[in-house]
């Protein structure tokens, strides 16, 4: 490997349990009204170079958006489990841009990733990890602002979901 160079180095993260005594559907029910499906022709403008367009578009969504979402809860099936899991992406493309334009490898972490699970004794839960300790290992200021404010409004939608 004469031509690659591999680092590595260790980084702490703040993982965040939010618990819900509401059942699993109605939790990710009250998710999906708060946190809507980011409209995918905000892409289609990028990739047709409509790039102030698409911000002012953005600048009128809501600060979170969900980008994806898998069943993690079916792929257990393989192991004979049966559970209700869902990953979310969370995020929001103007807070990653704020971010990846002082440090592009925080694109790494954007959108975040939200799992919401129901344990095998019917506890419903949101886990993910907090964004200010995983924009953090950059050490950029302005990184470090915008990942708070993240921090800030992922943990204020997912606590009035799992209310």
Same mark, same amino acid.
């Given at each position: 490997m004469a031509n690659a160079a591999l680092?590595?180095?260790t980084i702490a993260v703040e993982h965040v349990t939010i618990h819900s005594t509401k059942p699993f559907e109605d939790v990710r029910a009250k998710l999906? #009204?708060?946190v809507p499906r980011i409209d995918d022709g905000i892409f289609t403008l990028l990739r047709y170079g409509e790039s102030e367009r698409a911000r002012r578009?953005?600048?009128?969504?809501?600060?979170l958006s969900i980008f994806g979402q898998?069943?993690?809860g079916a792929l257990l099936s393989i192991a004979g489990l049966q559970?209700?899991?869902l990953q979310y992406d969370i995020g929001n493309p103007? #807070?990653?841009s704020k971010m990846t334009r002082h440090q592009l490898s925080a694109g790494l972490y954007a959108p975040i990733r939200v799992l919401l699970r129901e344990d095998g004794d019917g506890v419903v839960a949101f886990e993910y990890d907090r964004p200010a300790s995983v924009f953090g290992q950059f050490g950029d200021d302005q990184v470090n602002a915008v990942a708070?404010?993240?921090d800030h409004d992922l943990q204020a939608v997912l606590e009035s979901a799992a209310r």
């Open positions: 680092s590595t180095r999906e #009204t708060l578009e953005l600048e009128a969504c809501p600060p898998r069943n993690h559970r209700r899991a103007l #807070t990653a708070q404010q993240l």
